[in-house]
């Protein structure tokens, strides 16, 4: 080791024990000066992000607010989150308040790291911009009203889908092969990209994207956030690519032959790097949150047959008044409430999104705790989805929770909700049902791995993929 590395060690612990020195003073001067959340912000920089990480790799994200609830607050606690202060809200209460407050005294915020790897350099939109923007954009394409042209293709795909890459097979890994339906899927609706090799060419980066999203933000080589960071970079060049290209064809008047995201993006004069960003936060929605979704449902009808034997008859109620080839229309999936009932309790354990992060724009009290302008805000769905409080015996699948009136209002939150609740709440919901009803149509399975564990990053995924043995249902 040479004298400079030596000097370039004895510098970085100089600062690093410099910035703890300061980060600790602003923490007590700030403690002694309004009545902060009682909590613990861990160590400089990094926070208790460590320790939120481990529990959520370990399959128990909800065991990280657990063990702070129990210590400080149940409603309210501060930790440090990302690089960030932040305040975790907790149960039905506090949904109400973040979700009633939205714009009142809280705003839309990404963290820094998801904004590093989701977002182009050149613009630097804020988190309240860029939300609002896709706010405006998407309605049109997400209301039920709009998505209900898109049942036949959905349904199209989904049985196209499970001929050739599940039929030929007695055993499938299930978690890759929905990934490759809900992201073909969403290739087709947001930007009309049909093409296999289009899509296989974007997926795989966006492999590496996910797995950074919540990770440290350490951009260094061989961290899995400096490996997210540049996967971000190659999907917005193909993007880019993909937008050049459909530009140029709408100049030559060549149109596809629906009308998707993308297009309508380009015709409302928004620049290509604007459209860039928002197609990679839509896209990163439905290659993970819904094929997550679906991977657990499959999951748990594996595990109890009786839910399974009722999906099953209340699809083939369906079916029966279906004449053959006829696809599947709106007044069908208005039929398929067990089989919604069955999913709802699939993301109450499992949420697809286990919280979502705000921002205090001003300050606001909770809990008779105040919490500072510019202080970051996550919310949770574990602590209501597995709190006794609300379900009985949450670890129980039980499907009838959702019958009749459902649970409790700010209980049930896979989606968030208010004015920034998940605005592909109902296209979510449609791809899962019309995907249940052609594979319970079509196959009983059984679980190769039967007590395979399970991982969270930004959603939770099987360990090994979800292995399955295939038994086809005669006709």
């Not at 060690?9 to 001067?29: A, E, N, Q």
């Not at 959520?56 to 309210?76: I, M, Q």
């Not at 909770?366 to 970051?376: A, E, L, N, R, V």
Request: hydrophobic share 40%; net charge positive.
């Amino acid at each position: 080791m040479d004298l400079d590395l030596y000097q370039y060690l004895f510098y970085l612990i100089i600062l690093y024990v410099s910035v703890g020195i300061i980060y600790l003073f602003h923490f007590y001067k700030s403690s002694k000066t309004i009545n902060l959340p009682p909590g613990n912000k861990g160590y400089p920089l990094i926070g208790e992000t460590f320790d939120y990480v481990i529990n959520a790799k370990r399959g128990n994200p909800e065991k990280f607010v657990n063990d702070r609830t129990a210590k400080y607050s149940p409603d309210v606690f501060r930790t440090s989150l990302l690089g960030q202060d932040m305040a975790v809200f907790c149960g039905a209460s506090a949904h109400k308040c973040l979700f009633s407050g939205t714009n009142k005294y809280i705003q839309a915020w990404w963290p820094p790291s998801m904004k590093k790897i989701m977002m182009h350099d050149s613009k630097n939109h804020s988190s309240v911009e860029e939300s609002a923007k896709i706010r405006v954009i998407l309605p049109r394409f997400l209301k039920i009203e709009a998505l209900q042209r898109y049942i036949p293709v959905i349904d199209a795909m989904a049985k196209k889908h499970l001929e050739t890459e599940w039929s030929p097979y007695k055993e499938v890994k299930v978690f890759p092969l929905i990934k490759q339906f809900t992201f073909g899927l969403a290739c087709r609706l947001l930007a009309s990209i049909e093409d296999p090799k289009d899509i296989a060419e974007i997926t795989a980066p966006f492999e590496r994207v996910i797995a950074g999203l919540i990770s440290v933000p350490i951009n260094v080589p061989g961290t899995t956030f400096y490996r997210a960071v540049q996967a971000g970079k190659v999907v917005r060049e193909i993007v880019m690519g993909l937008i050049t290209k459909r530009k140029k064809e709408l100049e030559m008047n060549i149109k596809p032959d629906q009308m998707d995201v993308m297009t309508s993006m380009l015709r409302d004069d928004l620049d290509a790097v604007d459209i860039c960003n928002k197609l990679g936060a839509f896209f990163v929605a439905s290659f993970d949150t819904t094929s997550s979704a679906i991977t657990f449902i499959i999951k748990s009808l594996a595990e109890y047959p009786h839910v399974y034997q009722r999906v099953y008859e209340e699809q083939m109620e369906i079916l029966k008044d279906k004449k053959e080839g006829e696809p599947l229309n709106w007044e069908d999936v208005k039929k398929m409430k067990y089989t919604w009932c069955t999913a709802s309790e699939v993301l109450r354990l499992y949420p697809p999104s286990i919280g979502a992060f705000r921002e205090a724009k001003t300050d606001f009290s909770y809990g008779g705790y105040t919490i500072p302008k510019g202080w970051k805000i996550f919310w949770n769905a574990h602590t209501t989805h597995k709190n006794p409080k609300y379900f009985p015996d949450p670890e129980k699948f039980d499907p009838s929770r959702f019958e009749g009136s459902g649970p409790p209002p700010y209980t049930f939150v896979p989606f968030g909700g208010g004015p920034y609740m998940c605005p592909g709440k109902e296209y979510a919901r449609l791809q899962i049902l019309v995907f249940m009803h052609n594979i319970v149509t079509k196959f009983k399975w059984e679980k190769l791995i039967p007590d395979e564990k399970y991982e969270y990053i930004a959603a939770p995924f099987p360990v090994h993929d979800l292995p399955v043995s295939l038994e086809p249902i005669q006709a």
